[in-house]
């Protein structure tokens, strides 16, 4: 079991807000067990690769390649995932701009199905959002948790995920009902219903994110007034210069 506190800024030369450390926690409480298409110890080798990503040659030559698909090789993996799993994460992590349809499509070919690729994607953008903020703060990243359980996935699928949006079925807007009713009230953008298709990568993503940035339903109101140090002004101008900067332009 996972029984130590991670992300224990006390001790660090610099205040940090203390629900930070929580939400971080409760994630890696999170990462640490069975997902809906991972073992505990397959989320967290996810995980473990998403970090290796930057220093992986191949990634490098790609990214700086006017057709990435025209560089051949082999990634500097630092997992035993299956080769397809680690395409998938590097890709995530190194080139996401360039994704294209037909990449998820030769993923599911290559044998890493559609709803796993949702959960690997959340667990890899959820851990890169972290390491990103330690980076940032000038910390190290945090070590990752041990597994802590042996259970085997739930592989629940939501009934009513459709395709006709992206690239991967996700839940109609207006879907978040039953079993996937607390994801959102009435409906809600794309870029909350992205991970529905395996719907706790949206519980936990989201979560995070409103202690990094704010809750979607916040987003939804303009709420100006926060417990934070910047106006919603302030948080939106940094949140755009990140976006851009990441070749994000939602």
Same mark, same amino acid.
């Given at each position: ?11 660090? #030369?610099?205040?940090? !807000?203390?629900?930070?450390? %929580?939400?971080?926690?409760?994630? $890696? @409480? ?6 809906? $298409?991972?073992?505990?110890? %397959? ?36 997992? #035993? ?19 294209? *349809?037909?990449?998820?499509? %030769? ?11 949702? *959960? ?10 972290? #390491?990103?903020?330690?980076?940032? =703060? ?7 948790? *041990? ?7 739930? !592989? ?19 879907? +978040?009902?039953?079993?996937?009713? #607390?994801? $959102? ?8 219903? +992205? ?5 706790? +990568?949206? !519980? *936990? $993503? ?9 809750? =979607? ?7 100006? %007034?926060?417990? @934070?140090?910047?106006? !919603? +002004? ?6 755009? @210069? ?9």
């Amino acid at each position: 079991m996972v029984s130590r506190t991670f992300f224990d800024y006390a001790a660090r #030369d610099i205040e940090i !807000r203390s629900d930070l450390a %929580e939400y971080f926690n409760v994630y $890696w @409480r999170q990462l640490s067990a069975a997902g809906t $298409w991972f073992t505990a110890s %397959e989320r967290i080798a996810i995980a473990a690769e998403s970090r290796a990503a930057f220093d992986c040659a191949l990634c490098l030559r790609r990214k700086n390649a006017l057709s990435p698909n025209s560089i051949a090789g082999t990634h500097t993996a630092v997992t #035993d995932l299956p080769p397809v799993m680690v395409e998938a994460i590097h890709k995530v992590v190194t080139d996401q701009a360039r994704i294209t *349809e037909s990449f998820v499509t %030769e993923l599911r070919e290559n044998g890493l199905s559609e709803a796993a690729y949702v *959960e690997l994607v959340g667990i890899t953008v959820t851990v890169f959002s972290i #390491d990103e903020f330690h980076r940032a =703060m000038g910390l190290p990243l945090e070590a990752l948790p *041990e597994p802590s359980d042996t259970l085997p996935p739930s !592989r629940y699928s939501p009934p009513q995920a459709m395709h006709g949006t992206g690239f991967v079925a996700m839940l109609p807007s207006d879907g +978040a009902v039953g079993h996937e009713e #607390d994801l $959102w009230s009435n409906k809600t953008a794309n870029v909350h219903r +992205a991970l529905s298709l395996v719907p706790n +990568a949206v !519980r *936990e $993503w989201v979560a995070v994110m409103k202690a990094q940035y704010m809750s =979607m339903t916040d987003i939804a109101t303009m709420q100006q %007034e926060f417990d @934070r140090s910047l106006s !919603r +002004a302030q948080m939106e101008i940094v949140a755009a @210069r990140v976006s851009s900067y990441n070749d994000c332009f939602y």
